[in-house]
């Protein structure tokens, strides 16, 4: 398989570990609990998408996908970091919000880079797909954590 692929593959299934883990803070409540196995869920749907158009495209012999091995595993090892910190409980609730609203926005824009490539509809389909349904958990979080901040504390605009 394209290593590039390959690691983007890697890349969800450690963002839908880490949700997993999330699931489990002692601190979260049923709310958080719910968007969080969701988002899981969503995350091992998104691995095996990608795996899926991965396995077709080495068939066909493509390789391009718009982003570098160097920028994949850049995200990939800021996900182990974030998955580190939440499995050796060093992350407070509401800081366990931020890392998956970063990781989120993160990724976001990673599909969106290279649902942007050329020439592979096949791709540039399923990288929309994957960047419209980050953009839907972004939203997610981000209504939730206005509501925790209750006005007072960090407010985020709406999404265009
Ligand atoms: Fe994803
Ligand atoms: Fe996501």
Request: with cysteine; glycine share 4%.
């Amino acid at each position: 398989m394209n290593s590039v692929l390959e690691i983007c593959v890697d890349i969800e299934r450690r963002v839908g570990a880490i949700y997993r883990e999330l699931v489990r803070h002692p601190e979260a409540n049923n709310e958080l609990r719910e968007i969080w196995q969701e988002m899981a869920e969503d995350e091992a749907r998104h691995a095996e998408r990608i795996q899926l158009v991965a396995d077709r495209l080495d068939v066909a012999g493509m390789t391009d996908v718009g982003l570098t091995a160097e920028q994949a595993q850049a995200l990939l090892d800021r996900a182990a970091e974030i998955y580190d910190d939440v499995v050796e409980g060093r992350l407070s609730i509401s800081d366990a919000v931020y890392a998956s609203v970063e990781l989120e926005d993160e990724f976001m824009k990673a599909h969106l880079n290279y649902s942007d490539t050329g020439g592979q509809p096949d791709l540039q389909t399923l990288f929309k797909f994957l960047a419209e349904e980050d953009r839907q958990h972004t939203v997610r979080l981000k209504k939730y954590l206005n509501r925790m901040n209750d006005g007072k504390g960090l407010v985020f605009e709406d999404p265009a």
